[in-house]
């Protein structure tokens, strides 16, 4: 398969470019919802609970503290920018209280 400008695949050979999805309870306790990934392309997280989550890019997430998604579908979409670069490192989220509903989606 033939690589694009920066040395990455442009999809996911294993995968055929499908779309991954799926569904994490982000909760009081830092947790990674996202692994790192050499071929990602796109990533969507959507807050499908009734109270805010905030995510890292990182190993762990702080209450208060990085990207905030609102209640009931808040989201956050990283996309390759002009150049073709993307962040592939890992995404952490948590959230006060009782556990809330991510959606990731994995391009």
Known sequence: M???????????PSTG??????????AAT????VRPR?????????????????????????INSGIRLNAAGG?????CDQLGYIYLGPFAAISAGIPRLLICEEF
């Open 2 to 12: 033939a690589r694009d400008l920066h040395g990455q695949f442009d999809r996911d």
């Open 17 to 26: 470019g499908a779309v991954n999805t799926s569904a994490v309870l982000a």
């Open 30 to 33: 830092s947790l990674l919802v």
């Open 38 to 62: 050499s071929n990602r392309r796109r990533l969507l997280l959507t807050n499908d609970g009734t109270d805010i989550i905030y995510l890292a890019k990182a190993d762990a997430a702080v």
């Open 75 to 79: 989201w956050y979409e990283e996309i």
